[in-house]
């Protein structure tokens, strides 16, 4: 009978700790939001007319996390642009296997894909804090520091 009760008394405060865990919230994360094309800033706009001229707009999201505002583009065809809030790419990704359009990849580091990965095509693009992440159609990706040099090579097939 203690027995039993010890395990109920477990059992409740196991399930009070997860009720607790689960409506724990982040409340400075805001949830995206729809916008329109021309509330994205100016820089934003002149990649999406430089790079994806006549693609139709399919989403523009804004999202604030932390203090940090993203906007999210949705093309035809399911290309993604994620800019920040200068309107500067952090993100741009292509279907799977198809590539992003060219002139986007940074010239020292799209001369180091020429070099060695000639003919394969760049699917995804993204800024991280020390540099860039290119994953290549194949599935390959590569890490650059800001000065283009390779860092590291993982594979994801």
């Not at 986007?104 to 180091?112: D, G, S």
Request: aromatic letters at 12%; charged letters at 20%.
């Amino acid at each position: 009978m203690i027995r039993t009760h010890f395990s109920k008394i477990r059992l409740l405060f196991l399930l009070s700790g997860i009720f607790l865990l689960c409506s724990c919230s982040d409340d400075t994360k805001e949830p995206e939001h729809s916008i329109s094309y021309d509330a994205l800033p100016s820089a934003a706009k002149e990649f999406l007319n430089k790079f994806f001229y006549g693609y139709e707009i399919i989403k523009v999201e804004e999202e604030n996390d932390q203090n940090i505002i993203i906007y999210e583009v949705e093309l035809q065809d399911n290309y993604e642009i994620v800019f920040n809030e200068e309107g500067e790419w952090q993100q741009v990704a292509a279907p799977e296997k198809m590539t992003i359009p060219g002139g986007i990849v940074p010239e020292n580091i799209q001369a180091y894909l020429t070099e060695n990965f000639s003919g394969y095509g760049v699917n995804v693009i993204n800024t991280t804090g020390q540099g860039y992440k290119v994953k290549l159609v194949t599935g390959l990706n590569l890490y650059f520091n800001m000065a283009g040099e390779v860092i590291n090579i993982e594979n994801d097939y």
